[in-house]
Nanobody, 125 residues
Framework: VQLQASGGGLVQPGGSLRLSCAAS????????IGWFRQAPGKEREGVSC????????YYADSVKGRFTISRDNAKNTVYLQMNSLKPEDTAVYYC???????????????????WGKGTLVTVSS
């Protein structure tokens, strides 16, 4: 049972990336899935979350209007489309779940019990 985040890389300010969170060993569509990030020297923070049941989505204020979370249950994958990237978006991005179907806003990292390995996003010119 695991999650695997991928899709990170180096991008210029204003650019875009799409992160993927693939599940293996379980059916991802039973659970709400969140994206978190941790910048150097900072605490891990919630970025976005998507419900299992109705697909409702939640975003941190810092990414609202720029990031879009979505899920493709047929592919057992959740995506995070990141547009208009800023240098302050630079961080290691993780996907995680607390194995419940409903998000509690963008989620508290302390409540997650299944984490994928992170993927590094660097926004720099």
């Amino acid at each position: 049972v695991q999650l695997q985040a991928s899709g990170g890389g180096l991008v210029q300010p204003g650019g875009s990336l799409r992160l993927s969170c693939a599940a293996s060993g379980f059916t991802l569509d039973y659970f709400a899935i969140g994206w978190f990030r941790q910048a150097p020297g900072k605490e891990r923070e919630g970025v976005s979350c998507i419900n299992s049941s109705d697909g409702s989505t939640y975003y941190a204020d810092s990414v609202k209007g720029r990031f879009t979370i979505s899920r493709d249950n047929a592919k057992n994958t959740v995506y995070l489309q990141m547009n208009s990237l800023k240098p302050e978006d630079t961080a290691v991005y993780y996907c995680a779940t607390d194995r419940t179907p409903i998000c509690v806003t963008v989620g508290d990292p302390r409540d997650m019990d299944l984490w994928g390995k992170g993927t590094l996003v660097t926004v720099s010119s």
